[in-house]
């Protein structure tokens, strides 16, 4: 496997992490929690969830980093890297409340940049990565 197909895998990696949290954080949303619910492993799903997607920004980072970026498309790729950054801020900002209600995460879900950041993983998956 080269190494563009590498990293595009790892890309892809991310991805499947990031859309399967998104997936989560939308029916958290849904549930019109007040308080969150900590299960028996000390930790909450929300807070899993979060922290998947967030790792999963920090090695979608990376596989940047590594060259895999936007060579026909520079403004496109600043303006994914900055969403990337926004998003991982505002997963810092939640993973730091005492609870996490299901307005919080239905604000997130609201926000441009997250927005932004998914139509952009979408769009990187089918038009910017080498074909699966």
């Known amino acids: 496997m080269t190494d563009r197909m590498t990293q595009a895998a790892a890309m892809r990696d991310a991805f499947d992490r990031i859309e399967e949290s998104y997936e989560f954080m939308l029916a958290y ?3 019109g929690r007040k308080h969150e619910m900590v299960e028996g492993s000390g930790e909450s799903q929300i807070r899993r969830y979060l922290k998947r997607f967030s790792a999963a920004l920090d090695d979608l980072e990376k596989a940047l980093d590594q060259g895999l ?4 498309g520079a403004a496109f790729g600043e303006r994914f890297r900055t969403d990337l950054s926004v998003v991982r801020s505002v997963l810092a900002i939640l993973l730091a409340q005492p609870s996490i209600t299901s307005d919080m995460i239905d604000n997130t879900n609201g926000l441009i940049a997250m927005r932004s950041l998914l139509t952009g993983v979408f769009f990187t998956d089918q038009a910017v990565l080498p074909s699966r």
Do not use: I, K, S, V
């Not at 970026?69 to 026909?72: S, V």
């Open 29 to 31: 949303a849904a549930q």
């Open 69 to 72: 970026g936007f060579p026909d």
